[in-house]
């Protein structure tokens, strides 16, 4: 399948097509994907998965799943999706909201629909379920679709989530990830299967024909409820039951397996065996020659351009606060960022940030409980949420730390937009403690399943923490830290309500202040004429008063951890502050960390050593320089290979055209694709980084002439990390105490996470 987007020469592609395909002839191939045969009644299956030495029986986890009609339809695709929507996306929707408050579990697994197949599924159930109440979920589930279908869903429901549908069709936003490569992705889920590969890209007549169905018949949705889910008898509930013992039991019987293996082998067998791993070997540790290199095809220096492309900022000031402008072209979206400094704040109420910005959008306000304003969010804008920026700053000792309340909506629905902002930062409903538990525990089970998937993250959010104020405040309100934290809330929140209560209402009332606001809007100038007076009217009706900076004195943690998880593989980390290791900051750093990820950390960290990624990240603004792995079987061989990654450059012979493509790779980084909203966000970031235009060129100007000199400066200041490096490791307790006995008893400071 060959597919092209853009506004480039038609003429051009079909001569691409010819070149590529002229010395093929055309076969027939059957690559029919075959249905799957439908069950004649539901099925339920009980998995044990692995828990360490936990033996806390709460831990299963239960999952109600449907298989569910083609995606070749798209009406009906596309109504599945916002039913999905409507039925567990949301705090507002009716199924989430069931399988929370029956207090069977911690939070909700399964992420509703998954269109991406042939044949789509609907996936739905808890975490963190006690064993003894495991057979109550499905039948709850099943209760609530059932009332659902006799009661009738919300009308105010619908309307929301047809409006964010809608919203986020026509607004396209895909983040950094490429339009065109978004659009042949959806496409593929037809296309795949001998399908119309453009029927999924169109959403206009399917919404008229959702919306049509809807003015025909109020119960369009219930019907596809009792149809596709009540119905449907194609049904799998799976259970997975906690198990401390899996894992050894696993790993007993594979020892077991291979050595029945090895024994029927002939010793012709095992050499050649022997043989074959040393020509595995040899291939990974072969580069590819340069004539096979030269065939790809690539771009040259002269295909980049050579200067920076500003973004538009314009700096005022109403009521207090600070006001940046991005004039940007949005098609008539306002994207809107209310921040509010972090600064202000005790270090000790840091911990509470990301749950108090959940509040504003989560637990409703004097006048509407959260459903009903979840459901005007949906109605009235194209989405609200909460997010935290932190950041060091270059040649500073305090960084930036700020708490953004976002949102999006059209220009016609702007009123309502600062409406809510306003509802929800002068009146949120903080004393409810029933909803606020909930939120804890959901927090907390979604920080304890994200550990393992990103456990690199983890892992280099703890390193970082150990060099500078502001990653240390990022680990107390996302990382580990943030995690213990969660723990003990829960336990507050039954046991010492009004102190909970008393922090939260801290956290508000010292943030909410126009003297410590910033207000980030990108909108083109028409519209801003026009959004601008209601800004400032929204701004007038906030607090004010002198705000005051609090200074933050951040906890050290043992330089050497290790981190223990019920899991197979590690997460390893080295890292240092490279500034105080003598670096002067050079472009040049962005082609080297660049050509190291894709050269001696792929091969050596995943190629060779079997980690499923090995990787390098430099923050520039702090120093920070952490080498990283990803799901890895090992750890010390791990941190063998970070340590000779500077000899490594030392010895480098580099070929100019090896240097141009990294070059260009490190370009790239900078020239990231970008939507509006992102553009503004950055350029709101370099402003409050003092990232000025000037210094952007120059640090492109050091890329663009980086020379093998420059990695042989790097490789010296790498060396140095050898021995000052601090490592962290998230992993394996057996290869944990195997790595500590090996480097003589308590190198690693062991601490069980989960």
């Not at 990830?177 to 042949?184: A, N, Q, T, V, Y």
């Not at 459901?375 to 932190?390: P, V």
């Not at 952007?696 to 020379?707: A, C, F, K, M, Y």
């Amino acid at each position: 399948r060959i597919f092209f987007y853009g506004d480039d020469d038609p003429d051009k592609r079909f001569d691409l097509i010819q070149d590529y395909l002229k010395d093929f002839n055309a076969i027939n191939v059957n690559s029919a994907v075959a249905l799957q045969p439908p069950f004649d009644e539901p099925k339920h299956i009980t998995i044990p998965y692995d828990t360490g030495d936990d033996e806390s029986p709460k831990k299963a986890y239960i999952t109600v799943n449907w298989l569910m009609p083609e995606t070749t339809d798209t009406t009906l695709t596309l109504s599945l999706s916002i039913l999905s929507y409507m039925l567990v996306s949301t705090p507002a929707s009716p199924l989430r909201k069931a399988l929370i408050d029956s207090g069977l579990g911690e939070d909700t697994v399964g992420g509703g629909l998954e269109g991406q197949l042939r044949q789509m599924m609907f996936s739905t159930g808890l975490k963190g379920v006690a064993l003894d109440q495991a057979d109550q979920v499905e039948p709850l589930i099943l209760d609530t679709l059932s009332k659902l279908v006799a009661g009738g869903i919300d009308p105010d429901l619908i309307e929301a989530a047809f409006n964010t549908f809608e919203f986020r069709l026509r607004e396209n936003n895909t983040g950094s990830f490429p339009r065109g490569i978004s659009l042949m992705l959806r496409s593929l889920s037809t296309w795949l299967y001998d399908s119309d590969p453009i029927g999924p890209l169109k959403f206009e007549t399917p919404l008229a024909a959702i919306r049509a169905h809807l003015d025909a018949d109020d119960h369009y949705f219930e019907k596809l409820i009792d149809q596709h889910l009540l119905q449907n008898q194609h049904r799998v509930t799976l259970t997975l039951e906690p198990d401390a013992t899996l894992r050894q039991r696993q790993e007993a019987a594979e020892t077991e397996r291979l050595a029945q293996a090895k024994a029927a082998m002939s010793q012709a067998d095992i050499e050649t065996v022997l043989k074959d791993t040393a020509k595995l070997k040899l291939m990974q540790e072969t580069p590819d020659p340069p004539e096979a290199l030269a065939k790809i095809p690539s771009l040259t220096l002269a295909d980049i351009d050579k200067v920076e492309k500003p973004i538009p900022i314009d700096i005022s000031e109403s009521y207090g606060a600070k006001i940046l402008h991005h004039d940007l072209f949005t098609n008539g979206i306002v994207y809107l960022n209310v921040g509010f400094n972090l600064h202000t704040l005790p270090q000790e109420l840091l911990p509470y940030v990301s749950l108090f910005g959940q509040t504003l959008t989560k637990i409703g306000t004097e006048s509407e409980d959260f459903v009903k304003l979840s459901q005007r969010i949906g109605r009235k804008t194209g989405g609200i949420w909460t997010s935290a920026l932190t950041s060091a700053v270059k040649d500073k000792t305090e960084g930036i730390a700020w708490l953004f309340l976002r949102g999006k909506a059209t220009m016609g629905q702007t009123d309502d937009l600062l409406d809510l902002l306003r509802d929800m930062l002068l009146t949120v409903n903080l004393d409810n403690r029933e909803r606020f538990r909930q939120m804890v525990l959901e927090e907390k089970a979604g920080e304890e399943a994200g550990l393992i998937p990103g456990g690199h993250g983890v892992v280099d959010t703890r390193l970082r923490a150990k060099f500078n104020e502001a990653d240390w405040a990022d680990e107390q309100m996302h990382g580990l830290n943030y995690l213990f934290f969660l723990r003990q809330l829960a336990e507050d929140v039954d046991n010492d309500w009004p102190k909970v209560l008393a922090n939260l209402k801290d956290v508000r009332r010292t943030l909410l202040n126009r003297d410590s606001m910033l207000v980030d809007v990108t909108l083109d100038a028409d519209n801003w004429g026009q959004f601008q007076p209601k800004l400032h009217n929204f701004l007038s009706t906030l607090p004010f008063r002198p705000a005051s900076l609090a200074f933050w004195t951040p906890h050290s943690t043992p330089n050497f951890e290790g981190l223990t998880i019920p899991a197979k593989v590690n997460y390893v980390g080295k890292g240092a502050n490279l500034y105080d290791l003598g670096y002067h900051l050079h472009g040049s750093h962005l082609v080297i960390t660049n050509f190291l990820r894709t050269t001696w950390l792929w091969e050596r960290v995943r190629v060779q050593g079997g980690a499923y990624g090995g990787f390098c990240r430099f923050d520039s603004h702090s120093g920070v320089f952490n080498y990283l792995s990803y799901r890895d079987p090992n750890l010390l061989k791990t941190l063998d290979n970070y340590d000779a990654a500077s000899q490594f450059l030392r010895q480098l012979d580099l070929s100019q055209d090896e240097l141009t493509k990294s070059i260009i790779g490190a370009i790239g980084q900078i020239d990231a694709y970008q939507l509006p909203d992102a553009k503004g966000y950055t350029a709101m970031m370099r402003h409050l980084l003092g990232i000025t235009d000037d210094i952007r060129q120059q640090r492109r100007d050091e890329v663009l002439s980086t020379t093998t000199a420059n990695f042989k400066q790097f490789a010296d200041i790498l060396s140095q990390l050898n021995e000052h490096g601090r490592v962290v490791v998230l992993g394996s307790q057996e290869d944990i105490n195997s790595a500590n006995q090996r480097r003589g008893g308590d190198w690693l400071t062991i601490q069980k996470v989960l």
